[in-house]
């Protein structure tokens, strides 16, 4: 397995660069909520930088957050622990916290939430920057305008939708710097949901596509998709298809229950540190793969199951490679690349 040891020191400053992108400023609160499994490693360093800066700073532990792959479950009941999660201005937390009743009280209250969720050696090399940021920013500008969107390859995907416009668009540029905002450490990527019934066509997965929920694994054999009025209808291929039908199809919570076939948020990355070639460094070491599987410049991100107002635990993340990606007619994405300037945080770089 790839691993690069950090140094305590340069971890810890590193977090301090991370407080700046957050825009902590003095006389703000960080609280560091963890479990039982979370990094003491990243904790201290996280908690050191706070002192540095003359910032409060302190860890609640649980004994187990919500699972990655689930979205939208809470496992915090204790209203105490609530009620000092909203007291704090920035919130660290080591697992996800989309659409859960304790993520929405935080942001409602004000609170930023920093997701963390990768290992050292990848926090370091998948800080944001102001670039990013304004990459990202220029991308969610065009999401939010655009009414219909359509995503074609030359593997055979021809997939259409229109995006919900009452659903936010989330854009993810790896800093809680705004009052009420979520971002995840590392993340540089656009997302929408489609409005429900609209997403309709054929979706292609190819060899050397990455899975990344509920597995952590680079795809062996093509996955042919057929959806109609929002929903997955058939399933089609090798092996893969077979676990990607069966993941779901176990996560039904009754024979007729569809909710894991529909289609859930639809992005693209744009972190030019992130790297395709991780899924094979790290295969199978979800803790190194949940940023930069999902930043990776011009990757398009196919997902199923859970929505605004649907929650199922038949969520399935999957970065695609080599997608052309329109936005009312305008490729913004083309084969997999980045094409629209405003995207392109550095235009020398090749990605994949």
């Not at 690069?4 to 006389?27: D, H, M, W």
């Not at 929002?230 to 024979?255: E, T």
Request: charged share 25%.
């Amino acid at each position: 397995m790839y691993r690069t040891t950090i140094p305590a020191s340069r971890l810890t400053s590193v977090f301090r660069r991370q407080y700046e992108l957050c825009n902590v400023k003095s006389g703000e609160s960080i609280a560091f909520l963890t479990d039982l499994t979370s990094n003491q490693e990243i904790v201290a360093a996280g908690l050191s930088a706070a002192a540095e800066i003359g910032n409060a700073a302190y860890e609640i532990r649980v004994a187990q957050g919500p699972s990655v792959e689930t979205m939208g479950e809470s496992p915090f009941s204790s209203p105490g622990l609530i009620e000092a999660l909203c007291k704090a201005d920035l919130v660290i937390t080591f697992f996800t916290g989309f659409f859960s009743p304790w993520e929405r009280a935080i942001r409602t209250a004000g609170g930023r939430i920093l997701n963390l969720l990768d290992t050292p050696d990848q926090l370091v090399r998948l800080q944001g920057s102001p670039k990013l940021k304004a990459a990202v920013v220029a991308a969610r500008d065009m999401v939010r305008k655009a009414a219909e969107v359509r995503v074609t390859s030359a593997a055979g995907t021809d997939f259409t939708w229109v995006k919900d416009s009452a659903a936010p668009v989330f854009h993810h540029y790896g800093a809680a710097d705004e009052r009420g905002r979520m971002d995840h450490w590392g993340q540089g990527m656009v997302g929408m949901f489609p409005r429900d019934g609209s997403a309709n066509g054929r979706v292609v997965v190819k060899p050397g596509d990455v899975w990344i929920l509920p597995y952590a694994r680079i795809v062996q054999s093509r996955i042919e998709i057929e959806v109609r009025d929002g929903f997955i209808r058939d399933v089609s291929g090798a092996v893969d298809a077979k676990m990607f039908s069966y993941w779901l199809d176990s996560c039904r919570k009754s024979p007729d229950d569809l909710d894991p076939y529909a289609i859930s948020h639809l992005g693209w990355g744009l972190n030019p540190k992130a790297r395709w070639d991780d899924i094979v460094r790290y295969e199978n070491s979800m803790e190194n793969l949940q940023a930069a599987m999902r930043s990776y410049p011009g990757s398009f991100l196919f997902s199923t199951g859970p929505g605004p107002a649907r929650k199922t635990k038949g969520h399935i993340d999957m970065p695609m490679n080599d997608c052309t990606i329109s936005l009312d007619g305008e490729v913004v994405v083309k084969d997999g690349r980045l094409i629209h300037p405003g995207m392109i945080v550095d235009p020398d770089r090749t990605y994949h």
